[in-house]
């Protein structure tokens, strides 16, 4: 598969051990370029490097205390580009948080688990395919 075929997932949480389990299990399948941020003032220093989708924490805040959280660095991601789909996860089982993450324009929210990794792929799958259908109705729609 050559780079442009690649997709690039931005991976910020400032949990060092979650963040490497998830950058290793990426990692392994084919076709994936992976970037992670431990705050969320790095992930959007580097938007420049153009990722396809972002796996963003919701607090942190865990080497920084007065870094910016998981829902002021998705509001800046979605000022710099809206079109970009922020997946949410937080260790938080709760759905005031969810619809938090959701009202900000999160595509999605999972909760940290054992499962988590599993999740955020079949989330991946989606967007994908949407992304794939939204380019073949842009390619029709052209030719009308």
Same mark, same amino acid.
């Given at each position: 598969m050559s780079t442009e075929q690649k997709i690039k997932i931005f991976l910020v949480d400032?949990?060092?051990l979650f963040?490497?389990?998830l950058e290793i299990e990426f990692l392994e399948l084919e076709g994936i370029i992976v970037e992670t941020?431990?705050?969320g003032e790095l992930c959007i220093e580097n938007l420049d490097h153009r990722p396809d989708i972002i796996v963003l924490d919701y607090h942190l805040n865990g080497i920084d205390q007065h870094a910016i959280n998981? +829902? &002021?660095?998705?509001?800046?991601?979605?000022m710099f580009n809206s079109a970009i789909p922020v997946i949410m996860l937080s260790s938080?089982?709760?759905i005031e948080v969810a619809i938090n993450c959701i009202h900000h324009h999160a595509y999605d929210?999972?909760?940290k688990s054992s499962t988590a990794f599993y999740r955020i792929q079949k989330i991946i799958n989606v967007i994908l395919e949407c992304k794939k259908i939204k380019t073949?109705?842009?390619?029709? +729609? &052209?030719?009308m």
């Open positions: 400032d949990d060092a963040l490497k389990s941020y431990a705050t998981g +829902i &002021e660095t998705l509001d800046k991601i979605q938080q089982d709760s929210y999972v909760v073949k109705l842009d390619w029709y +729609i &052209e030719r």
